[in-house]
């Protein structure tokens, strides 16, 4: 049996899979300033394009190859939604980005506000101005601490304006550790002291901020995610609209009308007509396929060929067509033709051209027994 491929749905599918192949070649062949396949997957048509190929090949793959019933249908909810959710997951990025916005800024802020105080509580002691005047202000003791602390510190970095530079404060925090020891001046103490209190908030808001601006950006693996969400999302929609599809047709089934083909060739009269024959049968052939008739193959080994004095028509299977075998008349009951025909909505079957009584009889008892109109032409 050759599995009907179901030409309403198949021939749509394969256009719009031409369409993404032409799409994927050209901005492929074209110079971008984003890789391709993430540039394409956020254009409105190229997502258009993915919904319409994906809702076709649902509606091959779960109507027409493997056809679903009623609980088939509801389990494909879970499938589309989850793959909807998962869509909807990278969402959760852009509102965590946007929560923590303001916070990183507050952070920096305050970051910014400390490396001032630290420059500020530096300055109170190491400023050149309060290096000169530090014998006249101060006892004599803490002077000499002072002056040995400013000689210690004379080569810090400054910036134009006098204030000190990034490097200096880093210079005096390197050696801060070193200078606990050192001095027992209370005046030198205090500061150093104060000097250890900044730095080491300082360094704590440091931290704050860092982890603040991890929250705020988003990593290698959520972009490459996000990239994917809006095809995910195409894709549960399309899943979704072929599952409406679907259902459609289980409470409302398409009624098929089929033209019945024994053994690949059609019968004509054998009494001097045959070329007349032939032109009703190219436009009763030419009629059907306007009017979209479908058509099964049936093979019958058994059938004794037609007699010499009539014309037989080769009619070969298209690649939409039905092919079934048939061993016997006996085993018509459980052949796969009649168990095909169970799951379709026939409303009429045309035999045409066929000679065999047997196969007749049993067509036209079978249509009885299921309901269907058969109509019966033994030659043209």
Request: with cysteine.
């Given at each position: ?5 179901n ?15 032409v799409?994927l070649?050209v ?27 994906f ?18 249908w ?6 589309w939604?989850a793959?909807a959710?998962?869509a ?5 990025q ?15 802020s ?6 001032r ?52 404060v880093?210079q ?14 209370p005046?030198v ?11 080491s ?10 982890r603040?601006h991890q ?18 999302l ?7 609209a072929a ?28 009494q001097?007509?045959a070329?007349?024959a ?11 396929r306007v009017?979209?008739w ?22 070969g ?27 379709q909505?026939?409303?009429l ?16 008892r ?15």
């Amino acid at each position: 049996m050759k599995k009907d491929l179901n030409k309403p749905y198949f021939a749509p599918m394969f256009f719009w899979l031409v369409v993404i192949g032409v799409l994927l070649l050209v901005y492929g062949m074209g110079p971008a300033e984003v890789p391709e396949l993430i540039y394409l997957s956020v254009q409105p048509l190229s997502l258009l394009v993915v919904f319409a190929f994906f809702y076709y090949l649902c509606c091959w793959t779960l109507i027409s190859v493997f056809p679903l019933g009623e609980v088939g249908w509801k389990k494909v909810d879970y499938l589309w939604l989850a793959l909807a959710s998962m869509a909807l997951v990278s969402a959760t990025q852009v509102v965590r980005v946007d929560w923590f916005q303001t916070d990183f800024h507050l952070a920096q802020s305050a970051e910014s506000g400390l490396q001032r105080r630290v420059m500020a509580d530096i300055d109170d002691l190491l400023a050149p101005e309060q290096c000169k005047s530090a014998p006249q202000r101060l006892e004599p003791q803490d002077a000499a601490q002072v002056a040995s602390l400013c000689e210690r510190f004379a080569t810090l970095p400054r910036m134009a304006d006098g204030r000190l530079s990034t490097l200096g404060v880093a210079q005096v925090e390197q050696a801060l550790e070193s200078l606990q020891g050192e001095y027992s001046s209370p005046l030198v103490s205090q500061w150093l002291e104060r000097i250890g209190t900044d730095f080491s908030e300082q360094k704590r808001q440091r931290e704050e901020v860092r982890r603040l601006h991890q929250l705020t950006q988003a990593s290698q693996a959520e972009k490459t995610y996000s990239y994917c969400s809006p095809l995910l999302l195409v894709i549960a929609l399309a899943l979704r609209a072929a599952k409406v599809t679907g259902e459609v047709l289980l409470k409302a089934p398409r009624r098929r009308k089929l033209w019945l083909i024994v053994n690949r060739r059609v019968v004509l009269d054998g009494q001097g007509f045959a070329r007349g024959a032939r032109a009703r049968l190219d436009e009763a052939l030419r009629n059907w396929r306007v009017a979209q008739w479908g058509v099964v193959h049936l093979a019958c080994d058994f059938i004794a060929p037609a007699s010499p004095q009539d014309t037989q028509v080769p009619v070969g299977a298209g690649f939409y067509e039905n092919e079934f075998h048939l061993a016997n008349l006996a085993e018509f009951d459980s052949s796969e033709f009649v168990e095909w025909t169970a799951s379709q909505s026939i409303d009429l079957l045309y035999l045409v051209g066929e000679t065999d009584a047997g196969l007749i009889e049993r067509v036209r008892r079978w249509g009885q027994e299921s309901n269907v109109e058969v109509l019966i032409r033994e030659r043209i």
